[in-house]
């Protein structure tokens, strides 16, 4: 999962979290360094997953959420875990386990330092690093995302459109990733410690949709709920991710 939830689970000391069973009532689980707690979260059960992440970083303001949204409460096949609202687990419906054991949230945070593993880590990480900002891939991935994938795709003629009947979008110019960045992206975003940052913030000024900022669309929410449903408004693409974010549902299967 993308983010940084998986940074602060570590410092919280821990590797992995394993849940067993089921709560007699809606709950989130806070894991820190002084250990875990269960806590109610009746008030949190139907909110969407920007909701209650809002509320719950209040509580625990050095924390990352991983939540669910009225998805997964209710076992959709396809929901969402979220975190850090525009990351998510997806595709294999893991917010309906959570749903199903009464679980709205995960909130992870400590104080525990996290050591390498090898002595020169930090010496590889440099070398690493140069290779990577040097490649002309990892340079475009940077620059426009994994929205780069459209027009490529379109171009080798398997963007999935109109339910599968093609692998060409006509109109595939106007949801790409570089009239995106052209028009409305503002900022790069990075999960925790990642270079490439290939996650951008956009906002779209003008038409039905002004005043929405949102971080995404990637390339496969874009072709699923754009070209795929024969859609060729970028704005509309970006607003249906985000109910589909807030609710915890896969992008790529609501397409
Ligand atoms: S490339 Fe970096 S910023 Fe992009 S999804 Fe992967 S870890 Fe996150």
Redesign the pocket.
């Known amino acids: 999962i ?1 983010g940084k939830f998986g940074h602060r689970l570590k410092r919280a000391g821990y590797d992995y979290i394993l849940v067993r069973g089921k709560a007699d009532s809606p709950c989130y689980l806070h894991v820190s360094s002084e250990g875990c707690e269960i806590i109610s979260a009746t008030e949190l059960w139907g909110k969407g997953t920007f909701e209650t992440e809002e509320i719950l970083r209040q509580k625990h303001p050095k924390a990352e959420v991983a939540s669910i949204g009225p998805a997964g409460e209710n076992l959709v096949t396809f929901a969402n875990i979220m975190t850090d609202k525009s990351h998510m687990a997806g595709r294999g419906g893991a917010g309906a386990v959570m749903g199903s054991k009464n679980l709205k949230a995960v909130v992870a945070g400590g104080t525990f330092k996290i050591n390498s593993v090898h002595d020169n880590f930090k010496e590889l990480t440099r070398t690493f690093r140069n290779k990577v900002q040097n490649d002309p891939g990892v340079q475009n ?1 940077h620059r426009i995302g994994t929205m780069m994938w459209v027009n490529m795709s379109n171009q080798a003629g398997f963007l999935p459109t109109r339910n599968y009947q093609s692998g060409v979008f006509e109109s595939a110019e106007e949801i790409s990733g570089e009239k995106m960045i052209e028009e409305n992206t503002y900022a790069h ?3 925790y410690g ?1 270079l ?4 951008k913030a956009n906002k779209f000024d003008e038409g039905k949709y002004a005043g929405l900022d949102v971080e995404g669309p990637e390339y496969e929410t874009t072709a699923l709920l754009g070209s795929n449903c024969g859609i060729q408004n970028l704005a509309a693409v970006a607003k249906a991710s985000q109910l589909c974010d807030d609710l915890g549902i896969d992008t790529i299967t609501s397409g």
């Open positions: 993308g991935r975003r990075a999960c990642c490439i940052a290939c996650g």
